[in-house]
């Protein structure tokens, strides 16, 4: 048994440790603590978590800690959570690992909770996301058994790009370098040994969306109907990507009407679906293979980068965690005169003057997102209507959070600091406002796709809505 659990211990890119030692061996089971990998399958955190438990003989529970308080969570972001832990109880249920939701700070609810069940070890979920690690930090101070986590929701572990990424250009050889080596599939292991009677802790809330969103009390922006989350929505969402979708990815994933894109950036962010079944997916798909080349290109070098940005720049939802290029340049152009100077709440409620920019402001509150192309478009218009660069990017960086079905997620961050201050972009020509920032224009945007028809798209949806 000592030799297997070794093993598994063993140091691996994909698990960071937070608190040494070897599994106690009084402890009753073997906690996993789920949190950004928010599913029951293809969940390589659980599967260490079931692995440990199998090679100690003990039990497996999976716990969440589910918060009231996240920053720029909205009602509609915990509807579609507790879609994906509804299906993650199912699968985690068939693979023989029990599920506690309690309410609270996961911190809190994980420390108190292996207060309770006296664990052997505590295995957890990695997130780059700041408030995911100080968590992690505060439960890593202060169990008294080891914790690891795992990184497990990106194709190639983070831990092998130590230091933040310039561009595309500098991380794409090095994940192209041992991309064959994680382009496997992850065996979901059952646990062999159930659940005792006499382990019987209190298992915390049901799993009843409406009576949690009331014990939640929870407002802000209200649940995008038809749109849910969950493993199986994300199953089905990409069943329809791979058969219809992604044989066109290569010359239409621009156009926003209809959309060509998988739609499964919300799930990714959840962690109700994770890149490897996606790759993997596509990579076996009968699509022509410039369209999984470029899909894989968006997948896993685009998000890994994103992600390799919020895990070594702390300032990544700022302006200040743009180079210094950008930095200056938009400081040269501070006083520059701007035409349109509008408010946060003319921006909100998409009060300009572009009908353009006002139908993609209005599809994200309405429904949750924003087609990736113009989202560029729309934080770089959002720096050229407010009085500065640092301005501009927490005014996106708050719509973005608190509308946006996968707001608070690297991608978006990423995004917004290529929009505004020319992360991971190069200078280009000197223009007022943006200096040397890429630009880009109502006319140059249109000309991408028919802007006329999303436009018309948004404002017959805007009129189903409030007459429905």
């Known amino acids: ?9 063993k140091d691996h890119p994909r698990v960071r440790v937070l608190r040494e030692g070897f599994p106690d061996p009084e402890g009753r089971c073997v906690v996993y603590w789920m949190q950004r990998a928010q599913r029951g399958k293809d969940n390589a955190a659980l599967n260490l978590a079931i692995a440990l438990g199998n090679a100690l003989k003990k039990p497996v529970v999976a716990v969440f800690g589910l918060t009231a308080n996240y ?10 959570l507790i879609d994906g832990l509804i299906d993650a109880a199912g699968d985690l249920a068939d693979r023989g690992v029990r599920f506690v939701l309690r309410t609270g700070s996961p911190d809190r609810v994980v420390k108190e909770f292996a207060s309770e069940v006296r664990p052997a070890i505590v295995i957890g979920d990695d997130n780059p996301i700041r408030v995911g690690r100080e968590w992690r930090d505060s439960v890593a101070r202060d169990l008294e058994i080891p914790f690891r986590c795992v990184d497990a929701d990106v194709v190639v572990p983070s831990s092998l790009f130590p230091k933040e990424e310039y561009a595309a250009r500098t991380i794409r050889p090095k994940i192209h370098r041992v ?26 809330e049901a799993l009843e969306r409406y009576d949690l969103i009331k014990t939640l009390n929870v407002g802000g922006a209200g649940r995008v109907e038809n749109y849910r989350g969950g493993t199986r929505e994300a199953e089905r969402r990409l069943k329809l990507f791979i058969e219809k979708r992604l044989p066109r990815y290569a010359t239409d994933r621009n156009e926003p009407t209809p959309y060509m894109t998988s739609e499964l950036s919300a799930h990714l ?35 890994e980068l994103a992600i390799n940005y919020v895990w070594r720049n702390d300032r990544y939802d700022r302006l ?51 087609h990736n192309y113009l989202r560029m478009y729309w934080a770089k218009k959002i720096l050229e209507w407010t009085p500065d660069a640092a301005t501009a ?14 707001g608070r997620d690297p991608n978006g961050y990423t995004g917004i600091a290529w929009a505004i201050g020319g992360k991971h972009d190069r200078p280009w020509p000197e223009r007022p406002i943006f200096g040397t920032v890429r630009f880009m224009s109502y006319a140059s945007t249109s000309k991408k796709f028919d802007s006329n028809a999303y436009i018309a798209r948004v404002r017959s949806l805007e009129q189903k809505i409030l007459f429905d």
């Open 71 to 80: 920053p720029g969570a909205q009602e509609r972001h915990y509807h579609f």
């Open 393 to 406: 990017f927490r005014i996106a960086v708050d719509l973005n959070d608190r509308y946006e079905m996968d």
């Open 1 to 9: 048994m000592a030799d297997r659990v070794e093993t598994l211990l």
């Open 320 to 370: 200040e965690g743009c180079p210094e290029w950008a930095l200056g340049t938009l400081a040269e152009h501070r006083a520059d005169h701007r035409p349109h100077l509008y408010s946060s709440d003319d921006l909100e409620f998409a009060r300009t003057h572009d009908p353009l920019w006002n139908a993609s402001q209005k599809e994200m509150v309405l429904t949750g997102r924003m």
């Open 179 to 204: 991309l064959n080596d994680y382009l496997k599939p992850i065996p979901n292991i059952k646990a062999n040994v159930q659940w005792p009677i006499d382990l019987a802790a209190p298992m915390g």
């Open 269 to 303: 962010h959840f962690g109700h679906i994770g890149p490897l079944t996606l790759a993997l997916a596509a990579i076996a798909s009968e699509a022509p293979r410039e369209s999984v080349d470029v899909y894989l290109e968006e997948l896993i070098v685009r998000r």
